[in-house]
């Protein structure tokens, strides 16, 4: 009887200290939750990465990802890095691109929020590079952003990488970088990017001036300098708003010098293209890349939800599909009009120093 006493005793002596350990765990947990300094994100984030904690230490290769940051545009820069990272446990290293008067405003916003762990390098653009360019007609003078420019000089920001990837400010990762990272790009080419007419993106799209898919909408095929290339004007043009580039082919074929050299020979002989679709940046890139470029998976770059209609034309779950997406247009997802903000939304972190607010989040406070 003593025996069986002593078993029960036992029995419920170890059903006290499992319960005891359960209720220490819940407490741990509660105390997890409620403490800002124990690794557990915001309220926004947790709706993006609800199981994320502290921040392990990323190793393997380095991922080099080149971004571009004007003043007027950092919570567009901020929330691109932010899903870049969120979604990736790569080890990504950011090269940011920016003007003198914007590093300290940008070095804040990164220290001093979640992405203060990010890898990342500033790097200043030297206006400069431009002179003698750019035309001097006002109009392109004031459609001029000097940042766009910054991906024709990769691997000056990039001197010990082989291989990089370029985004736009204006995009949103929802795909590990990684994936897109590790896209094949052909012996020879030296940049592989989106096809304007085979992707998801192009099917369906109402185009203003200009025909944005193939080459006539960018250059003036009238002109004699692009008569002597014998380019085909119904080619298909491409996006350079994300670049996958081989950085060693780049440097050995010179692809730097080649882009300058239309940009400079475009000031004396007008070559593009009257209506010209969308960006003064593209044209080189044509000229250069023609027929030796590389093809980007087209999930990997959903455009055009900068354009008018773009919420009718891609459904919710199409959208949460990609794993790109990118917001080229006139209606970009911080400002008043934009389809599919609110995807957007999901990875802008607020700026502490107050100085930006997405225009339609400022309208409604």
């Known amino acids: 009887m003593k025996r069986v006493n002593l078993i029960i005793l036992v029995l419920l002596a ?16 509660i105390l997890h939750l409620e403490n800002p300094d124990a690794g557990i994100v915001l309220p926004f984030e ?18 080099p990802v080149l971004i571009t940051a004007a003043e007027e545009r950092l919570g567009a820069v901020v929330a ?16 940011i691109v920016t003007l003198n008067d914007t590093v300290d405003h940008l070095n804040e916003w990164l220290t001093k929020t979640r992405l203060k762990n990010v890898k990342y390098k500033i790097v200043i653009f030297k206006p400069e590079l431009l002179k003698g360019k750019i035309s001097k007609d006002p109009q392109t003078l ?13 691997p000056a920001y990039l001197p010990e990488a082989e291989k990089a990837i370029y985004l736009d400010d204006d995009i949103i990762v929802q795909g590990d970088i990684q994936e897109l990272y590790e896209s094949n790009i052909k012996p020879g080419h030296a940049a592989a990017f989106s096809n304007d007419c085979d992707s998801a993106s192009s099917k369906g799209f109402v185009r203003g001036a200009g025909n944005q898919n193939s080459y006539i909408g960018f250059l003036d095929f ?26 060693t082919e780049w440097r ?7 882009l300058e050299h239309w940009m400079e020979l475009n000031t004396q002989e007008d070559l593009y293209s009257n209506s010209l679709a969308e960006s003064i940046t593209t044209p080189p890139l ?10 980007i998976d087209p999930m990997w770059h959903v455009r055009h939800l900068g354009s008018t209609g773009a919420g009718n034309r891609y459904s919710p779950q199409f959208v949460r599909a990609a794993k790109l997406l990118h917001w080229n247009g006139h209606y970009k997802p911080w400002e008043r009009t934009s389809s ?8 802008f972190i607020p700026d502490p120093t107050g100085k930006f607010n997405p225009v339609r989040q400022h309208a409604e406070d």
């Not at 220490?24 to 947990?29: A, E, G, M, Q, R």
């Not at 199981?51 to 991922?63: A, F, P, S, Y």
């Open 14 to 29: 170890v059903a006290f200290l499992i319960i005891v350990e359960r209720n220490l765990l819940n407490l741990s947990d």
């Open 286 to 295: 044509l000229i250069v890349f023609y027929k030796r470029h590389s093809m």
């Open 340 to 347: 599919f903000s609110d995807v957007w939304d999901k990875w």
């Open 80 to 95: 691109a890095m932010n899903s870049v990272y969120q979604n990736s446990k790569a080890n990504v290293v950011f090269t």
């Open 222 to 247: 009238k002109k004699d300098a692009i008569k002597k290339l014998s380019m085909r004007a119904n080619t298909c043009s491409f996006n350079p708003g994300v670049i996958i580039a081989n950085l």
């Open 142 to 154: 004031e459609a001029v952003k000097p940042l766009t420019f910054a991906r024709y000089y990769l």
């Open 252 to 258: 050995n074929q010179n692809v730097t010098q080649q």
């Open 46 to 63: 947790s709706e993006v990465a609800p199981d994320l904690r502290l921040e392990t230490v990323r190793k393997g290769e380095e991922i």
